[in-house]
């Protein structure tokens, strides 16, 4: 296994100081998030010249860019069009960045609400990217997360069987599938077998109330619920029968550590990932 750090936890920083702070912590990559100020489709050739440059002096691999785009289950044809294009527009920043994963979102509802016809719309664009995306032999990446398609393995093995194409698969995240309260263990590893290119790591809590930092609101099937994020080891993700799996069938991919904790950006993913390489080491 490869680790990881998401840029997105590094928001307060410039991309350039993320990535040198993702060397020291000692990290195989940096997971760019597609959001400003760091990377965006309307990115200038100078910027994408100098983050490579940057990944290059490092010796820090760039996995994946972590896109926003996607939505399609609720889109108009219109948007899903522009949505298309900006797509086509990511995959060349992707490959002049030495990126072999880019993630697209399916849309929403939530599974538990979400009829045929979500499914087709969603599944009918994500053949038209797949298409464009092995072209450029990427693979695109939908993360299994609530409020979404893909709450669930099932959930997720349900769209791609509507999809025509190798090079889509789904990224494990446990801590969205806590949310979910849905199995995020050895069992979902199983079941997402060959269709399991990338693993995201947090950790939440359910808690009472609403108002302490880190707390959000989210719905699920039962009904509102809160949460607040959590460093990993004290919140309500086991981690540990993930990992075992992730062992047991010799998964060799990345792993992206994205605590969003109300805790220092650095301090929070150093912790987990010492965390998580004791989780790894022999008992």
């Not at 936890?9 to 100081?17: A, C, G, K, L, Y």
């Not at 446990?174 to 990338?198: C, E, P, Q, W």
Request: glycine share 8%; net charge negative.
């Amino acid at each position: 296994m490869k680790f990881a750090a998401f840029s997105g936890v590094f928001m307060e920083h410039s991309i350039q100081e993320a990535m040198q702070l993702t060397k020291q912590l000692g990290m195989d990559g940096i997971e760019i998030a597609v959001r400003e100020h760091h990377l965006s489709s309307a990115i200038s050739q100078p910027r994408i010249n100098e983050i490579k440059a940057l990944s290059e002096s490092l010796n820090l691999e760039i996995p994946v860019l972590a896109t926003y785009t996607g939505g399609f289950s609720t889109a108009s044809d219109i948007e899903c069009k522009h949505t298309f294009e900006e797509f086509q527009r990511l995959l060349d920043i992707a490959n002049q960045l030495g990126a072999s994963m880019v993630r697209v979102s399916p849309g929403g509802p939530n599974a538990f609400m979400a009829q045929d016809y979500h499914y087709a719309k969603a599944a009918y664009w994500l053949n038209r990217c797949a298409e464009e995306a092995k072209a450029h032999q990427i693979d695109i990446i939908m993360e299994i997360h609530n409020q979404s398609l893909i709450e669930t393995v099932e959930s997720s093995l349900r769209l791609l069987d509507l999809i025509a194409y190798d090079n889509i698969g789904l990224i494990h995240d446990a801590g969205n599938m806590y949310i979910t309260d849905t199995d995020y263990g050895r069992d979902s590893v199983l079941k997402l077998g060959k269709h399991l290119f990338h693993v995201h790591v947090k950790d939440e809590l359910r808690v009472r109330e609403v108002g302490a930092p880190g707390t959000f609101t989210n719905v699920t099937h039962r009904g509102e619920e809160i949460f607040l994020q959590c460093r990993l080891g004290e919140g309500g993700v086991d981690h540990k029968p993930l990992f075992e799996a992730l062992l047991e069938t010799g998964y060799a991919g990345w792993v992206t550590l994205e605590c969003h904790a109300p805790f220092p950006a650095f301090e929070r993913l150093a912790h987990d990932f010492q965390f998580v390489k004791k989780l790894m080491s022999p008992s």
